[in-house]
Structures are given as C-alpha cells and as structure tokens.
C-alpha cells in the first residue's frame, strides 16, 4: 500500500509540475531520491508519457487542425523552436546529466522565480509569434534542461521579453512541449531497453494515469494564473523551497 501510495504522488508531482512554472525535473529528482523507487528513470519517462497525453487531450483541437492541415505557420515554428533544444541537447547532453545535486537544484528554482516575477510585471503585448521568437522560446526551452529551471516558466518569459501576446505565448509553450516530450521519451526507452530491469506494472500505470489527471488540472490552472497575473505565487514557493533544501538536504 504504501509502494502504491509512492506512485501516485510521483505521478502527482510530475503532472502538476510539468506545466506549471516550477520544474518537473527538479520534483522529481527531489522526491524521487526521498522515496528510494526503484528504476526512477522508467517512472520518470512514464510520467512524461503521461503529461505529453494531458497536453494533448486539452489541445486536441488545434492537434487535430495542424495535423489535418500540416503546412502552416504553426508547425513551421514548432519546427524552429524545436531545433535548438535539441542541439543543445545533443551538444551538452553529459552535462545536464551531471548537473544534477542539491546546489543546483536550489540555484534553479531561485532562477525560476525570478523569471516568474519578470513575467507578472511585463506589459502585455499584442504581437504574434514570429519565426525569431519561435526560436529564442527554442533556446531558452533548451536552457531548461538544467535541474531546478522551469520549461514553461522559462519558455513563456522568453516569449513575453521578446513582445509576444501572452495567450499565444503560453499556448505555444505547451505545444512547444510534445515533440521535446516525445523525443526524451524515445531516447531514455532506448536507454532502458539496453538494460536488465524487473518493471512494476501496476505501479507504472498508477504514475501514468495520476501524471495525466493532474497534467490537465495544472494546464487549466496555468492559463487562469496567467491571465490574472499571479504567477508571482510560485515565486515565492520556489523560494520557501530553497530554503528548506539548503536547510534540511
């Protein structure tokens, strides 16, 4: 039961955390180490599978409309902003595996939070996404990588610095998200292929289906919060967060 329990919060952390402005991969690796899962890798790509399924179901008609009409100029800057991340990737890959520890963790939800202020006091703007935003929401995607730095918090303050109209700067942040999803998701399946694992299946389930759940729940809060200008509220919990991890980890 309480293997069980494990699981959901895993799955719980991962969905709310994957579009909200505070570092999936930060949450991860902290509670994950906490709770000594086995094949915490595994679990993470099953999370993200999960998430990527949130993304889409709450997308789902304009999916359906880039997919039914693919040459647009949507998917062209998908494309674009798509490329960077995964140059960064490929060039510094080692070493944001390495990255990850405590003092790193701390640095990058500080980071975060100050990109979380920054957009809550930038002026809105009524410019649409162009190719050169497209691809500096593709590099500061990248940066994202880095333990503790947040991928939508990071992607939608790019866009908004550069004169994006917020709506459309969040919307594309979370498109912006499948293919980096689906590409990790494939890498670390081929990573864990090579590799003798006992799976628990049940347990993989649970995360899958409760990351889904609450990837819905935390797209619908993303865009309320940032509509509304609060996303100075997880600032300060980036903030409290470093606190108890420098004093207690």
């Keep these: 039961m309480i293997e069980i329990i494990k699981y959901i919060f895993i799955g719980f952390i991962q969905g709310l955390t994957e579009f909200?402005?505070?570092?999936?991969?930060?949450?991860?690796?902290?509670?994950?180490?906490?709770?000594?899962?086995?094949?915490?890798?595994?679990?993470?790509?099953?999370?993200?599978?999960?998430?990527?399924?949130?993304?889409?179901?709450?997308?789902?008609?304009k999916l359906y409309s880039l997919i039914r009409h693919p040459i647009n100029k949507t998917n062209l800057n998908l494309i674009i902003a798509t490329v960077p991340t995964v140059i960064l990737v490929l060039l510094f890959n080692a070493f944001f595996e390495d990255s990850f520890s405590t003092k790193t963790l701390v640095w990058g939800f500080l980071i975060s939070s100050v990109?979380?202020?920054?957009?809550?006091?930038?002026?809105?703007?009524?410019?649409?996404?162009?190719?050169?935003?497209?691809?500096?929401?593709?590099?500061a995607q990248g940066l994202a990588l880095l333990p503790g730095i947040s991928r939508s918090g990071s992607t939608l303050v790019c866009g908004l610095l550069v004169g994006v109209e917020k709506n459309e700067a969040l919307d594309f942040s979370f498109l912006?998200?499948?293919?980096?999803?689906i590409a990790s998701a494939v890498y670390e399946s081929i990573k864990l292929f090579s590799a003798q694992i006992t799976v628990n299946w049940i347990g993989i389930f649970i995360v899958m289906i409760t990351s889904f759940i609450f990837g819905i729940l935390s797209i619908k809060i993303m865009l309320k919060l940032v509509k509304k200008n609060k996303l100075y509220f997880f600032s300060i919990y980036l903030i409290v967060l470093s606190l108890i991890i420098l004093i207690f980890l």
Aim: net charge positive; hydrophobic share 50%; with cysteine.
């Design 20 to 61: 909200l402005p505070i570092s999936s991969s930060g949450h991860i690796v902290l509670f994950g180490s906490m709770f000594n899962l086995d094949n915490l890798l595994l679990i993470s790509v099953v999370a993200h599978i999960g998430t990527l399924f949130a993304v889409i179901f709450c997308y789902r008609e």
């Design 176 to 181: 912006m998200s499948i293919p980096i999803i």
């Design 115 to 139: 990109l979380l202020v920054i957009a809550d006091f930038k002026k809105d703007s009524t410019k649409h996404l162009t190719k050169r935003s497209a691809l500096y929401m593709g590099l």
